[in-house]
């Protein structure tokens, strides 16, 4: 069973900054790609930023110059660096994890965090 976890998320002003975390415990917990996707209220869930086990990173036009994704050394940690923050960043951000040693479509959730921007 795998499990991925992200940290808490919160109400941040337009301009400001935050960390997100999402780490994946259990027996196939090291992906191949982890990412993080983010979805608004009325809104279908969109790509934020995806990175390879390899380190190569791809952003959505919206974040990019903004945001910034990584790995743990360990491979199951990814983090979302999130700076000059706007109001259209408010969403749920899940973490996603996919394809692992044992199954190349794997394809896991964590259960989300609510990040708001606002005055």
């Known amino acids: 069973q795998v499990e991925l976890m992200e940290s808490a998320g919160g109400l941040v002003q337009p301009g400001g900054s935050l960390r997100l975390s999402c780490s994946a415990s259990g027996s196939s917990a090291t992906f191949k790609t982890m990412g993080w996707y983010r979805q608004a209220p009325g809104k279908q869930r969109e790509l934020v930023a995806i990175i390879s086990s390899g380190d190569s990173t791809n952003y959505a036009d919206s974040v990019k110059g903004r945001f910034a994704i990584s790995r743990g050394n360990a491979k199951n940690t990814v983090y979302l660096q999130m700076n000059s923050l706007k109001p259209e960043d408010t969403a749920i951000y899940y973490c996603?994890?996919?394809?692992?040693?044992?199954?190349?479509?794997?394809?896991?959730w964590g259960q989300g965090t609510q990040v708001t921007v606002s005055s």
């Open positions: 996603n994890g996919r394809g692992n040693i044992y199954n190349p479509n794997a394809n896991y």
